[in-house]
């Protein structure tokens, strides 16, 4: 008996345990409450399930009335005013086809003066672009007239000199009157062009010496002469650039540059009054 007690008696502490965790409760019971729990939370869940149901068939009338009452809000702001009567006030509104008509032309009408105004502000931009297309035309022409000022701006061709002698002097080594103006200068001070231009003649030119012939752009002849080196032979030229050498080639009894200006390239005409009337002064 003790032997058949004693083995029960392990499992006894567990049972024990288990009375102590339902004290009072054994067998079915736990079971019962169990499904009591079970049902507490089904009806838990359902309650509020219930209570939703309840709810969404009360609000049918509710949302069909706000949804009678949004469609007119929507259709003209004047039915909006129905939503504190949506018994009647919907139902007259929305049998009424003339109001809807009206509602139709009227969004043409405001899609008509959309399409206005866009065309208004496409012409503007339009107008605009025009005026600033205009406006930098004119600022190009200005900076253009500028650079060509610049360009037609002349410079003397030597910065350190002494005029030793004028057009039209005579003087027993020239064979006619002197037809220049000379720029002493030591051998080598730089010669620079007086303008823009192109050089149109570079070389050996006798009693000139080494000759430079630069062809300004209105065709007047300017000549470098009595080089000891020239620098540019050919092409364009600004003025100020260096194009040779001050020397003591040619017909001459000391180092200095000879100018000539030739209008046209026919006969040369006095350097000094040209200059003058360019606004430099020699
Ligand atoms: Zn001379």
Redesign the pocket.
């Known amino acids: 008996m003790a032997s058949t007690h004693t083995p029960a008696h392990p499992a006894g502490p567990a049972a024990g345990t288990r009375l102590l965790e339902h004290p009072g409760h054994d067998g079915p019971e736990p079971d019962d409450s169990g499904l009591l729990a079970v049902e507490t939370e089904t009806n838990r869940h359902r309650m509020p399930r219930q209570t939703r149901g309840a709810s969404p068939l009360l609000g049918v009338t509710a949302v069909a009335a706000t949804l009678g009452a949004t469609g007119f809000a929507s259709a003209t702001p004047a039915a909006a005013p129905a939503v504190e009567a949506p018994d009647e006030a919907p139902v007259a509104l929305a049998a009424d086809p003339g109001l809807a008509l009206a509602a139709r032309i009227q969004q043409q009408a405001d899609s008509q003066r959309t399409a206005a105004e866009e065309g208004a502000r496409v012409q503007a931009a339009k107008e605009a672009e025009a005026k600033a297309a205009a406006k930098e035309a004119e600022a190009k022409k200005a900076a253009a007239e500028a650079e060509a000022k610049k360009a037609a701006a002349l410079t003397l061709p030597v910065s350190d000199y002494r005029l030793s002698?004028h057009y039209g002097q005579s003087a027993r080594y020239w064979a006619n009157l002197?037809t220049?103006?000379?720029f002493a200068a030591d051998t080598g001070t730089p010669v620079m062009a007086i303008g823009q231009g192109t050089i149109t003649s570079a070389g050996w030119s006798g009693s000139y010496g080494y000759r430079i012939v630069e062809t300004l752009p209105d065709g007047t002849e300017i000549w470098y002469?009595h080089l000891s080196s020239i620098i540019k032979g050919s092409g364009s030229v600004t003025g100020g650039q260096q194009i040779g050498k001050v020397g003591a080639t040619g017909n001459v009894t000391g180092p200095?540059l000879?100018l000539e200006v030739r209008p046209g390239g026919g006969a040369p005409v006095d350097p000094e009054t040209w200059l003058e009337q360019r606004g430099l002064t020699p």
Do not use: V
């Open positions: 002698a002197h220049g103006l000379d002469c200095h000879h």
